[in-house]
DNA sequence: CAATTAATATAACATCTGTTATTTTCTTGA
DNA sequence: TCAAGAAAATAACAGATGTTATATTAATTG
């Protein structure tokens, strides 16, 4: 095989690459040759794994929704109350060096799939998904009373959902107007007359 | 010349071709070729009016931001108070058609734009200007004591600049989830909290 | 009207793209 | 050890791309 050591390339491996050379040179530098060579291997690995190049794009995409997902389940286990909503919101903001870059591919890949409807679907559903976890944390909070019975979950939810875009989006643009710590404040503005506090107040520091 | 009627083509007619085309088919099918066509022209007259691609896509990013400021000063103009930064953002969500194709475009460029430079520039200028003019309108109207004194301009321009882009990106995605109505909604929730009415309240519908 | 220039069209270029086919190399199992 | 199959490399192709050069046409001016 081609590699120094006995194991050999994957679709992962690959999928892996193609984020490198977005992140890095954006999604027009990333053709199939450039992607082979940031492998350190040749167009034949990616041509085997995968039957063409949408192929590759929907499984890179698809596994970077996942990881987020398995990321915000990460953070969320365990916690409980206003907590858990804040966790999830933490495993989306670009807060660190692993959100920041999954943000940055996402975000190139939206602009890319407004004119595809194969990609814009994956799209969708991942907003989708965040919408309804986000819900349902409002939901859990309004039945213990932490937030007012007169909150409409999904309506909520869609706000918090634009507002966490809009921190990404404006994030890439420029990182140092929203470091962490601003992130967390802008987002806990909006949040805060949303909840009742009980004893606590916002939060001053956030987890990684 | 090539047209029927007497006028030849300039270099806007050149942009709001390549405008058409990104918005229907995305960048990536944005070629210079394609532009051509969609003027029902060659590519002739693209490499006429413009040094290189890179000299195309500048001035297009260029008009369409200058285009936006250009409304923005339509709309604000005679306006006093409150409403001078309701008619900002009026002029900014994509609460019409006008606008909405407008941020499409803008967005498909960032997605571009985060792998370069030059066009990052440009961005990073819209969104400081922007910036700039909401803190402008929070300053006077803190003066005036419509907002708290506590409240910092700029850095709370931050934050509705965020919530903007936000609201402009799920409308990209959701647009059924994000009508002019609601986008309205979510902003004002937000600024609701900052603004200390005198009188009346929140406006429930906006302008054109 | 003729001559000059501006504006557009056409043609050709080298390079890059995704894809397919073929060949080589490595791994595995009997 | 050696055949069989998997994995990777290589080669080739047709088409698209930005760019440049040239030719053609329309407008302008004297």
Known sequence: MGRTAGRSF???D????AWRVIV??????????AIAKELKATTGVVTYHFRDKEDLMLFALDRLSQG????????????????????????????????????RIWFVFTGYALAHPRLMEEHRRRLDRLRQRIATELSALRKVGAVAGTVKPLKEADAIVALGDGIGLSHLLRPELYPPARQREIMWTYLGPLLRRKGRDSPKSGRA
């Open 10 to 12: 994957d679709r992962m």
């Open 14 to 17: 690959v999928a892996r690459a």
């Open 24 to 33: 890095r040179d954006g999604l027009h530098e990333a053709s199939v040759r």
């Open 68 to 103: 987020i997902e398995d990321a915000i389940d990460h953070q969320m286990r365990g916690a409980v109350g206003p907590d858990r909503l804040l966790r999830l919101l933490e495993a989306t903001l670009p807060v660190g060096p692993r959100q920041a870059q999954g943000w």
